[in-house]
Every structure is written in C-alpha cells, then in structure tokens.
C-alpha cells in the first residue's frame, strides 16, 4: 500500500523500530482476532484502542503506531519488542489528527475520481445505499453502509483504497456544530444530497435552522459543477438559495405516479430521460419512494442506462436495521433500531401501521436521544401520533419514552399502553404476550440498545 519513507514524505512520524523502507500492504484499525501481517492504526472512537497494541502484537501485526504522550507508551514499546524485536512502530503526535491529514493527500492525489456526499436528518444511509446499487450497474464504486460517516471514519475510509473506485458515494454525519466544514474539505465532494432538516441532534445545534446552516457547510468545498440536490418536499430546504457557482436540482414525491405498496415491495413510476419507467422497490413506505426518487435523478445524471437505474433500485435491500421486516413463525417483527429522531419514528410507525394481514399491531418505543430541551417535547408528540395510528398494544421503555405513553393513553385503550423502567421487564412481557400473526415495531435510539431485543425476541419461539 504505502512505504515508511513515502509516508514520513507525506506527514510528521518518527520510527522508533523497523526500516523506513519497509511497506505497510494492509491496515487494521479495529479490535479483531487475527492481526496477520498487518499493520494496527489504533484510532480512538468511544473509547482509546492503543490499549489493544499489545495484544495485536500477540495476535501477528507487523507493527503499530502509538501517540507521543500515551502514558504506557514506553513500557508498550518494550514489552511489544520483546514479542517480536522486528515490529515496525511508529510514534505520531496524535492518531486521529494524522489519519485525516493522511486521507486529505490521498484525496487530493485523487481528484479524479468523484465523491457524491450524503447527508440529512433521515434516510442518508437509504438513499446512499439506493445510488450505490445504482451506479454499481456500470461502475466501479466505493460505498459504506456500516455509517462511517464522521470525520475520523470517512478519512479512515479514503485513506485505504479510494484510488481502486471510479466513484464515490459517501454519507456526511453531524452530531454537533462545526463538524461538517471538515468532512466537505477532506471529501471535496462533485455532488452533494441534502435530503431533509429534522430535530435528530437538535439539542446541541438548538433549531433547525441552524440544522440547516450546519448541513449546509457540506458544500463549501465543492469541485466540477458544484451540483446540490435539495429535498423540495422539506420546508426548510424548498427555499434554499445559492450562489451561481452552484446547480441546484430539487427532487419531490410528486414526481412518483402510481405508488402501489404490495406485500413485500412498492410499484411506482416516473420520468427517466423524458420517458415513463416502472420501478419496483423492494421496500416498505412512500419514504423509500422519496429516497429512491433522489438516486433515480442521480443515476439520470451521470448517464447510467434506463434499464440498469431499474435494476439498481429493483436490487436495493433496506439497511440492517433500518425498518428491516423479519417473517418468523407467522409473526412479523420490524427491527427499526439503528437511531430514532422524531421524524424516522413517525415515518415507522405509520408505515409498520399501514402493514395488513396481521391479527395484532404492537408498537415498542424507547428514548430518542440528544433532543436536549425538545426532548419532552417530541415524545410527546410522538404519542400524539397514535390518534391517527390503529396499534393494538404500546409498549415503552427508557425515562423519555414515558411521555410517549402517557400521551397515547388518550387515544389507547389504558390496558394496553405499558411503560418498563427497564428492557429486562419489556422483554419479560413481550416474550408473554406476542403471538403468531402479529406485528411488532421496534424503534429506538441506538444507545437505547433495542437490537439485542430483536435478537432476543428472534431466538425465542413465537406462541400460536
């Protein structure tokens, strides 16, 4: 992959073992059982994995690099050596600041190849997936739908191998202010999604306008035509202005005609280069129209043929998940859980809502995380939703999930809206209720940890 000497060119590194000329050909950055031969970047996401050199020595890296200040670094380096005295290690002032360093060169020694960037407050990793498929009809593409979509994790994601890609489709992440104007100059995208402005995060970034402002900075560092698709659908971005320098191509749910939601996929039409095209989806709920609408006009753009745009949303499969329908013993269970916003809730909820040959609709609500003071707020209104919802039983878990609760006992019958202090209780009484034929959402943030629940539930036999 990348000689010692072309990589002390490149950045600021001192070796402290091995040969400058010596070639790193495969990189680890994560934990794993077997580090053969390859060299571990022991980044820091939620947690420090420098701790873990040791044991990637144990497990066969050919080396590794560590941070000039971390308190064990010296007795790593010895104990490490005594391992293997012929470790190539490599001492940086901090890990996480050369990976992006390091990816920005490899991005500006690709140009070449263009990025499409992706971001919203919903569905980004849907419409990411939805364009890939597309474009991988006829081109080489570099996708991820395991959401490396952080500044560390899109830089850990071009600095392998983005030189073996024609094509880029990428998601841009934001969880706080100022994150996006450094991922828009490591990415300097030639096509960037905005695909809506929700509340997800909008307890640290307070409204969403200035949701709005953060997404925005996505296209500052733009190359090529500089094309920005805008969700006309959305409130905020309809009325989206930019400078001349940029295209602006809108993409509406109008455009669709004839949506038909069948058992397990969705028929629709629209426009592709000025002719009437059917296109199956194998999805549920009008969302997913909306996002395929957006990588169907992508695929128009760059010139892909009609029948392979076909193809690629006809092969589309929903992201692990994300509103991912699991049959198991005449039962349907939806696992929902990746994250939850306000927006992504209602959109399952009526969508898992309008699912028909079922006995029994259950709903299983947990916290929607980093709504700061709108928390109370939007589990309320979640709760609200269920005036126009026909579910059968409400089960929530989590302190903000109460809200939702609380509010759909006035549309629920009392009986059947159930609040637990903790999953072990909800699993108990799930486990104790459900039956075959019926329908079970589950929908919650990601810290909420409901993908065990879902394994939980898919290991245990279902009453007739």
Same mark, same amino acid.
Not at 63 to 88: A, C, F, H, W
Not at 300 to 328: A, H, M, P, S, T
Not at 346 to 361: H, S
């Given at each position: 992959m990348i000689t010692i000497k072309e990589l002390k060119n490149l950045v600021d590194i001192n070796i402290i073992n091995g040969s400058e000329n010596e070639k790193i050909n495969e990189i680890s950055f994560n934990r794993r059982k077997n580090y053969?031969?390859?060299?571990?970047?022991?980044?820091?996401?939620?947690?420090?994995? &420098?701790?873990?050199? +040791?044991?990637?020595? #144990?497990?066969? =890296?050919? /080396?590794?690099?560590?941070?000039?200040?971390?308190? #064990?670094?010296? +007795?790593?380096?010895?104990? $490490?050596?005594?391992?293997?005295?012929? *470790? *190539?290690?490599?001492?940086?002032?901090?890990?996480?600041?050369?990976?992006?360093?390091? =990816?920005?060169?490899?991005?500006? &020694?690709?140009?070449?190849?263009?990025?499409?960037?992706?971001?919203?407050s919903v569905g980004k990793t849907s419409i990411c997936e939805m364009i890939a498929t597309i474009l991988k009809q006829e081109k080489k593409v570099m996708s991820d739908n395991l959401n490396c979509n952080t500044k560390l994790l899109l830089s850990m994601l071009l600095m392998v191998d983005i030189e073996d890609y024609e094509i880029a489709v990428l998601e841009a992440g934001m969880g706080s202010k100022g994150v996006m104007l450094p991922i828009s100059e490591l990415l300097k995208p030639s096509i960037v999604v905005i695909n809506n402005i929700g509340t997800a995060h909008i307890g640290k970034l307070e409204s969403k306008e200035n949701i709005l402002k953060e997404k925005l900075e996505l296209t500052k560092y733009m190359k090529d035509d500089k094309i920005v698709f805008l969700n006309e659908d959305d409130q905020l971005l309809k009325d989206v202005k930019l400078d001349d320098s940029y295209k602006i191509i809108k993409y509406s749910i109008k455009e669709a005609k004839q949506i038909e939601q069948k058992e397990d996929f969705i028929t629709f039409k629209m426009k592709v280069y000025g002719k009437d095209t059917k296109f199956c989806l194998n999805s549920y709920g009008i969302f997913n129209v909306h996002n395929a609408i957006c990588a169907i006009k992508? /695929?128009?753009?760059?010139?892909?043929?009609?029948?392979?745009? #076909? %193809?690629?949303? #006809?092969?589309? %499969?929903?992201?692990?998940?994300?509103?991912?329908?699991?049959?198991?013993?005449k039962s349907i269970i939806i696992d929902d859980t990746?994250?939850? $916003?306000?927006?992504?809730? %209602?959109? /399952? +909820?009526?969508?898992?809502?309008?699912?028909?040959?079922?006995?029994?609709?259950?709903?299983?609500? /947990?916290?929607?995380?980093? *709504?700061?003071?709108?928390?109370?707020k939007l589990h309320s209104d979640v709760g609200e939703l269920f005036k126009n919802l026909n579910y059968d039983i409400l089960l929530t878990q989590g302190k903000k999930a109460k809200f939702i609760s609380d509010v759909a006992k006035k549309y629920m019958n009392e009986e059947k809206v159930i609040h637990f202090e903790n999953r072990n209780d909800l699993k108990a009484y799930l486990l104790k209720t459900i039956k075959a034929q019926d329908l079970i959402y589950l929908k919650a943030s990601k810290d909420m940890k409901f993908n065990e629940l879902v394994e939980e539930l898919l290991n245990e036999k279902i009453n007739g």
């Open positions: 053969e031969g390859l060299f571990f970047i022991p980044l820091s996401i939620k947690e420090d994995r &420098q701790k873990y050199i +040791l044991e990637s020595v #144990q497990l066969g =890296a050919m /080396g590794y690099m560590i941070n000039k200040d971390y308190p #064990q670094k010296d +007795l790593i380096i010895k104990k $490490s050596l005594e391992i293997n005295p012929k *470790l *190539l290690i490599i001492e940086v002032e901090n890990i996480n600041d050369l990976i992006y360093k390091i =990816a920005k060169i490899k991005r500006e &020694q690709n140009m070449h190849i263009p990025i499409i960037a992706v971001t919203g992508i /695929g128009e753009l760059l010139n892909i043929k009609i029948d392979n745009i #076909q %193809k690629g949303i #006809q092969k589309y %499969k929903n992201v692990d998940r994300r509103f991912k329908v699991i049959k198991k013993n990746y994250n939850a $916003s306000f927006e992504s809730m %209602k959109a /399952g +909820l009526f969508t898992a809502n309008n699912i028909k040959n079922c006995k029994r609709k259950i709903a299983v609500l /947990g916290d929607m995380l980093e *709504l700061g003071n709108y928390s109370e």
